[in-house]
């Protein structure tokens, strides 16, 4: 295709010896794709550049019959187009599945069609790390990309040529590279590392020739990796978490034990203070702020950038952290540090007289809007899954 990977992949491709490529997309080249195809066509390889959909059936056909009448006959496929819309499954449409799933599923399968009586020497799906460990936001990328890991084992169940590759974040190239420094430090932070663009072609090349009908290539921290996992660890992992032992337990899977317990033993007036750093070291956590840097108690979440996806993480956070049971739009309905830990501290663990609790806000200056109050009694009469929805709904509307 015409988008980073593509371009990539044509790289590698006409360093290997390629002198045929057909790149395949729905708009006309950049001026900066086009300097890279004159590049390539610089070598004397010929780059044909087709504008179609790949979850057309008519444009399929319509590139496939240029090619038989045109070029050459065709080696092989490399199919890397994707689309990305992500938000929770409670915020989702079937449009915006059918958006992500169509260049993926229908388009996989369009190829298959085209190519399951042709002599390929390699057929390439690129699919996604997430189909195999799961994303927060990306349930139909994740859905979309399983559907190319089943496409290629079944073309292999056919004996025809097939490899799907679930690939980790590219650094400089697709969809990851439009990640900014807090993304980045999110990944990190998890234990995920990026794939250089040589990194990755120099994997691609060995895949093709190693003849595995899936690999997935994803760089990680396995030490930093397991302990920033779920405390159940999935499956696929189970050989990676092996024998594990981080040097230090967690916060976040300690059930709340430690935390309540320090509560418990700390004199009442102590204990609002112990719950406000906790907090406050929750809400760094989650937005990978630096630990020097000062947070003023009243300033919104949003304000520090938190968006719908941490601020439903934090909430998920304090549960385990705090041990009780509470809604996820916690950080939604108490939007700053000092209104949630008050909230915390009354409703709760009841820990009774909160003293100073509001970093030198009076009531009147925590009290909501009137058009604010009727919003969140209307919240209050939602589930929590439908209190989840709507607020997420109405943070990315806000462009958080």
């Known amino acids: 295709g015409l988008g980073g990977l593509g371009l990539e992949v044509s790289r590698w491709m006409v360093g290997q010896g390629a002198r045929h490529l057909v790149l395949m997309g729905r708009r006309e080249p950049s001026p900066e794709v086009r300097v890279t195809i004159e590049e390539l066509q610089a070598t004397g390889a010929e780059v044909v550049v087709h504008l ?12 496939f019959r240029r090619i038989a009448d045109e070029m050459p006959q065709l080696g092989g496929v490399i199919h890397a187009a994707g689309v990305l819309d992500d938000g929770v499954l409670l915020q989702q449409s079937w449009s ?21 009586d042709l002599p390929l020497d390699f057929f390439v799906l690129f699919s996604t790390g997430s189909a195999l460990l ?11 990309n399983a559907f190319l890991d089943g496409v290629a084992h079944y073309r292999r169940s056919l004996g025809l040529s097939a490899t799907t590759i679930n690939w980790g974040a590219w650094s400089d190239v697709g969809m990851a590279a439009a990640l900014g420094e807090p993304g980045r430090r999110r990944w990190r932070d998890l234990g995920l590392g990026l794939i250089s663009p040589r990194e990755g072609v120099r994997a691609l090349e060995d895949i093709i020739h190693g003849g595995t009908v ?9 030490a930093r990796f397991v302990q920033r996992s779920e405390r159940i660890v999935r499956p696929i992992l189970a050989r990676v978490a092996t024998g594990h032992s981080p040097r230090k337990r967690d916060a976040l899977s300690d059930g709340g034990g430690s935390l ?3 509560l418990e033993g700390a ?11 906790h907090v406050e070291e929750r809400v760094r956590h989650v937005l990978r702020l630096d630990p020097a840097l000062g947070l003023d108690p009243g300033l919104g979440l949003s304000d520090l950038g938190m968006d719908s996806l941490m601020a439903v993480e934090l909430g998920n956070h304090l549960q385990s952290s705090l041990g009780r049971p509470f809604p996820s739009t916690i950080a939604f309905e108490h939007p700053s540090l000092a209104a949630l830990t008050q909230y915390l501290a009354g409703e709760v663990l009841e820990l009774g007289e909160l003293g ?39 943070l990315e509307r806000a462009g958080y």
């Open 96 to 116: 915006r599945f059918e958006t992500v799933m169509r260049p993926k599923l229908r388009g996989s399968w369009l190829l298959h069609e085209q190519t399951k």
């Open 214 to 222: 899936q690999v997935a290539v994803l760089p990680f921290d396995r």
């Open 267 to 277: 004199q009442p007036e102590a204990r609002f203070e112990i719950l406000r750093r």
């Open 260 to 262: 309540l317990q320090q």
């Open 134 to 144: 799961g994303s927060a936001g990306q349930g139909n990328y994740s859905a979309a």
């Open 52 to 63: 179609g959909d790949i979850g057309a059936e008519a444009d399929v056909a319509a590139v």
């Open 356 to 394: 100073d609790t509001n970093g030198g806000m009076d009531a009147a200056e925590q009290s909501t809007a009137p058009g604010e109050a009727i919003r969140v009694a209307a919240i209050a009469s939602l589930s929590d899954g439908e209190a989840e929805a709507a607020l997420l709904e109405e």
